[in-house]
């Protein structure tokens, strides 16, 4: 994904049951292929997310970079977000989107 060209996906469309995780993904891709643009991937965001999921950013970069599509980045979340409650989550997810 070049994000010069273009606007990374929603916060809101959701991999793995985590709101902006397809959002980082996208930024994952761009930053693996140098083009980033004006987006910065392992910014605060991206931090807050991989931090709720315990996960590594170098670790979600290999999982994202790992498919052509979202089933890298789905796949580790839902490893690494097994331990959490629905409710855990749901509350993660309104943080991130308001």
Known sequence: MNLSLAQPRSPRTMIGGLAM?????DKARAASAGTLGSF??????????????????SEY???????????GAEGLLVRKMAGKSDDEVAAYNRVILE
């Open 21 to 25: 995780a397809v959002r980082t993904a």
């Open 40 to 57: 910065n991937y392992d910014c605060s965001i991206d931090n807050k997310s991989f931090a709720s999921a315990r996960i590594d950013v």
């Open 61 to 71: 970069l290999a999982a994202v970079t790992s498919s052509p599509d979202d089933l």
